[in-house]
C-alpha cells in the first residue's frame, strides 16, 4: 500500500460524510420563559433603585420581613450588613416583598432588567460556595464578585479605629452568631434563614445540612475554631449513617467561651457609643457590619441563647444603633 493510498477516504464514505450536516439546529437558549420567571420570583428591588445600563444583583441565602413594613431583610447577618452597605451607598431602600415577577411591564409581561435587586440563591451560585455575592452587569458584560472579594472592597475603605472595630465584629462578634446557628438553632430555623424554605421535609433537612458544612468555613471561623468546625463536619456524616459518637474536647466549654468573648466585645462596643447613633454621622460600614450581626442575633435568637437577652437587656446603645441603621434603609 502506498502512502497516498492510505491517506485517500474511500469513495463511499466520502459521499456519506459530503452530505453532512444533514440537519442543524439552533443554539440552545441560555434561558426559558420557565426560568425567568423562577428567577423574577426570587428578585425583589431595591426601592428607588433607577433604571440604567448598569444593574447590580445583590446575592442573599434567604429573605424575611421586617416586623410587618412589607420590607425584606436578608436573614444572615453578613448578607444583612452587604444590603444595608449598598442601600447606603447608593441611596436607595431595602426591597419590598413584591418580587420582580409581580412587576411586569405592560409591553412584554416580563419584569424590567435594569433595576438593581437583591436575590435569593443557594450558596452552590458562588464559586466559594458562600454568600453574599455581587453580581455586576453592564453593557452585556457580567463581574460576580464573592465574598471575599466584597469582604476585600470593604475594608480597603476603612481607616483608623474603623479598622479595629470592623476585625472584632466580623470575628469575635461573628462567631458568637455561628455558634447560635450550630448548637442552638433548630433545623427548620436554619432552613429558613440558609435555605429561605419552610419545609422541614428529609431531603430540606440533607440540604441545610450542605448549607451548614459550607458555612462553617466562611469568614474563617473553621481557622478561629477548628475543633468545633470539624466537630460540626463529623455530626453531619453522623446524621447521614445513623451513628453519633462523643466529642474528643468539651464542646459546651469551647461554646461557652466564644460566647463570653462576644459578650465582652459587645460590651465594649455598647459602652464605646453611648449616646452617640454610631461611628459616623450615617451609617458607614461599621455601623452596617454591627447592625447586621446584632438585629440577627435579636431576630433569630433563642431562649436557651443567653447572649440574645443580655443584648436586649443590657445593651441598650446596641439596640439603639442596630434600629438606627436599618430604619435608615427601610
Known amino acids: 500500500m502506498t502512502e497516498s493510498s492510505w491517506k485517500t477516504v474511500p469513495a463511499p464514505i466520502k459521499a456519506i460524510f459530503d452530505t453532512f450536516p444533514l440537519r442543524t439546529f439552533s443554539e440552545v437558549p441560555s434561558s426559558t420563559p420557565a426560568s425567568d420567571r423562577h428567577i423574577a420570583a426570587r428578585t425583589h428591588a431595591f426601592v428607588g433603585a433607577k433604571p440604567s445600563s448598569t444593574r447590580a444583583v445583590l446575592g442573599v441565602y434567604g429573605l424575611h420581613e421586617y416586623k410587618t413594613t412589607g420590607r425584606l431583610l436578608a436573614s444572615d447577618p453578613l448578607c444583612l450588613s452587604q444590603q444595608l452597605s449598598f442601600c447606603q451607598r447608593n441611596g436607595v431602600k431595602v426591597p419590598t416583598n ?5 412587576c411586569t411591564t405592560q409591553s412584554s409581561g416580563i419584569a424590567t432588567p435594569s433595576l ?11 464559586a466559594e460556595s458562600e454568600l453574599p455575592i455581587l453580581i455586576e452587569e453592564k453593557q452585556g458584560r457580567r463581574v460576580v464578585r464573592g465574598f471575599k472579594t466584597i469582604q476585600a472592597f470593604n475594608a480597603s475603605h ?44 428529609w431531603f430540606s433537612r440533607i440540604s441545610v445540612f450542605n448549607s451548614m458544612a459550607s458555612l462553617v468555613k466562611r469568614n474563617g471561623f473553621h481557622l478561629r475554631h477548628p475543633n468545633l468546625a470539624a466537630l460540626w463536619d463529623e455530626r453531619v456524616r453522623q446524621r447521614l449513617v445513623g451513628r453519633v459518637t462523643p466529642a474528643r474536647f ?13 459578650d465582652r466585645a459587645l460590651a465594649k462596643l455598647n459602652e464605646y457609643l453611648g449616646d452617640k447613633k454610631g461611628f459616623a454621622e450615617t451609617p458607614g460600614m461599621v455601623d452596617c457590619k454591627l447592625a447586621g450581626l446584632v438585629y440577627s442575633l435579636i431576630r433569630w435568637g433563642t431562649d436557651d441563647f443567653t447572649l440574645t437577652e443580655t443584648v ?9 444603633h442596630c434600629e438606627w441603621v436599618v430604619e435608615a434603609c427601610v
Not at 169 to 187: C, K, P
Open 116 to 126: 438593581s435587586s437583591v436575590m435569593v440563591l443557594s450558596h452552590h451560585a458562588s
Open 312 to 320: 436586649k437587656a443590657t445593651y441598650p446603645a446596641l439596640v439603639a
Open 250 to 262: 468539651d464542646v459546651q466549654m469551647e461554646v461557652a467561651q466564644v460566647v463570653e468573648h462576644a
Open 158 to 201: 476603612l481607616k483608623g479605629q474603623d479598622v479595629m472595630f470592623a476585625q472584632l465584629i466580623d470575628s469575635t462578634v461573628y462567631d458568637a452568631w455561628m455558634i447560635l446557628v450550630l448548637f442552638y438553632l433548630s433545623d427548620e430555623t436554619r432552613l429558613r434563614v440558609y435555605n429561605d424554605v419552610t419545609d422541614a421535609s
Open 98 to 102: 413584591i418580587s420582580l415577577a409581580k
